[in-house]
């Protein structure tokens, strides 16, 4: 089964979409792969290929590439990992704030969590501060993932902190910025909860924030 | 030797007196100057020539910059646009969802509506004085703009004959949009292909798709007018591909290094740039911006072929003193 899930990460991590699908068909039908087995090789894809992306071996094109890898994958494996992907990690709720419409770290993001285990609300871009509201209180989301591209995004984010807290949902929903220019003193600045720049800081962060951290890596 | 003058003298390969300041002040700043939201102005073009104009006067530097809703296409080829407050104006709907779309797409007719009039007050108010800048999408910048940057480059491995054909397509709103500002009488032309930069394709993406366009559209241009690439972020590993487009300067953002690039390219181009619009104008503080412009013409200005710029638009909110810095150091280190 191992050599099965190596292969597997490996075409997650070139990208390539059709053996992907195809591997997790003989995952689904090989029935040996503990849940916890297939998030660490996803993850696993997931941060090398946002490893490669920091070393410029890889760009954007070749992330997309792989997310469309894992979104394919993820469409065969899904039923066969649903039960157990709810009772791993949390409920979260994300989204590009309004005024930016950059996805293509979000929906890195969005993949690396399903990986990972959560179950995520994804809002899309330019999303308004009432539709992050509404979301976290139907969905009872115990993470907020706001994804902003540059800190101009700022008052938005300001926004949607002063809308959960005005809500009455600020002390239920653990509230994290993301982004590559977001820093320390920013995230301070603005009041989440955490801040995250790229796959690898926001799995960790998530798991700081949802009591995990003894989790895998 | 008059500001538009000195700046032209740059793109013609030429000594200039000094060199020339040519920062990105465009609609995310200038409104400001005349007191307005930028919102007022993306929707208004008069407004936006006003504030431009208004931005020159005030800072005095070599040229301003036609750009962001100014022009003949703010609507970018019929994509529902939307501008709220001070956000710059979103494409919110992109309008080719696949090969069946191509035929649907409208090129702009820059004529139409006066869409070119506050373009042709803006080259009217410089009267010669001072150069003015007309800022094109480039044919990859359209094609990512209608199909969505996401599904486009998805694209370069889903369906790369799809990317090609669609930057096919919308080639002749890059000729029709430049055309008109040539006929609006501006002084150069910048074609902007951000999408190309080498923090976000590869360089063999960049020469598969981006290039082969960008050359020819540009070569046709520089018939008519001097030609600027604009590519931000990091473009040096392509930056011997754009010095053979055919563009008489490259404009480049703060991640490259002006002395490489120089050594690169300097004897075939001029560079533009590439003080940092963000950690510089906008939050460094005078001393900053005097160091930023010191060493940029240190590494660029010897023997010509270099205009001080921003490395890309200076944001909103960047103080006006640190405009009026760069203006006033560039004079101050940039005399030959």
Not at chain 2, 241 to 268: F, H, Y
Request: charged fraction near 25%; include cysteine.
């Amino acid at each position: 089964m191992e050599e099965i899930l190596e292969k597997f990460e490996t075409a997650l991590i070139a990208g390539n979409a059709d053996a992907s699908a195809d591997l997790a068909d003989a995952i689904v039908a090989a029935g040996q792969a503990t849940a916890d087995e297939i998030f660490a090789h996803l993850s696993n894809a997931m941060e090398e290929v946002g490893s490669r992306y920091q070393t410029g071996e890889y760009f954007i094109p070749e992330m997309l590439r792989s997310a469309e890898a894992v979104e394919k994958a993820m469409a065969v494996l899904e039923p066969y990992l649903f039960e157990s992907r709810h009772e791993q990690a949390g409920v979260v709720v994300m989204g590009t704030v309004r005024g930016d419409i950059h996805n293509i770290g979000k929906n890195i993001i969005v993949s690396a969590l399903r990986a990972a285990g959560y179950e995520v609300h994804d809002l899309g871009v330019n999303v308004s501060t009432e539709k992050f509201v509404n979301k976290v209180r139907e969905t009872g989301a115990g993470l907020l993932l706001l994804s902003a591209f540059t800190t101009s995004t700022k008052p938005a984010l300001l926004d949607v902190m002063a809308a959960l807290e005005a809500e009455g949902l600020r002390g239920s929903v653990k509230v994290v910025s993301g982004g590559a220019s977001h820093s320390e003193k920013f995230a301070r600045e603005v009041g989440v909860d955490g801040f995250a720049t790229d796959v690898k800081s926001t799995l960790a962060v998530c798991r700081r924030l949802t009591g995990r951290d003894g989790d895998r890596r | 030797m008059n500001s538009r003058e000195r700046f032209l003298a740059v793109l013609a390969g030429e000594m200039p007196d000094r060199v020339p300041i040519v920062p990105v002040v465009d609609g995310f700043f200038a409104p400001k100057v005349i007191g307005r939201a930028n919102d007022d102005c993306f929707a208004d073009g008069a407004c936006l020539a006003e504030a431009l104009t208004a931005a020159q006067l005030k800072f005095a530097y070599d040229g301003a910059v036609a750009e962001m809703g100014l022009g003949p296409d703010p609507n970018v080829l019929g994509c529902p646009v939307e501008i709220e407050g001070n956000d710059v104006p979103l494409v919110v709907e992109t309008i080719v969802g696949g090969r069946e779309d191509l035929e649907k797409l409208a090129m702009p007719d820059p004529w139409a509506g006066g869409k070119m009039e506050p373009v042709q007050r803006l080259v009217e108010a410089a009267a010669g004085g001072y150069a003015v800048l007309g800022s094109v999408r480039s044919p990859f910048e359209y094609a990512a703009t209608v199909r969505g940057l996401i599904e486009f480059m998805t694209d370069f491995y889903r369906d790369p004959g799809l990317v090609r054909d669609l930057i096919e397509a919308v080639r002749p709103a890059t000729m029709a949009v430049g055309r008109a500002f040539i006929k609006a009488g501006v002084d150069a032309l910048v074609v902007k292909d951000s999408f190309a930069s080498s923090s976000m394709i590869s360089p063999e993406h960049y020469r598969e798709f981006a290039f082969p366009s960008g050359r020819e559209a540009i070569a046709e241009l520089a018939e008519e007018i001097p030609v600027i690439l604009h590519i931000c972020r990091n473009s040096m590993p392509i930056l011997k591909d754009m010095a053979r487009t055919g563009a008489a300067a490259l404009e480049i953002d703060s991640p490259v290094d002006l002395a490489a690039a120089k050594s690169a390219v300097g004897g075939k181009v001029a560079l533009k740039g590439n003080i940092d619009a963000v950690s510089v104008i906008e939050k460094g503080g005078i001393a900053a911006v005097e160091a930023a412009v010191k060493a940029a013409i240190g590494a660029a200005g010897k023997g010509g072929g270099f205009i001080l710029s921003s490395g890309d638009s200076i944001p909103l909110s960047a103080p006006e003193e640190n405009i009026a810095a760069l203006v006033e150091y560039g004079r101050k280190y940039g005399s030959y």
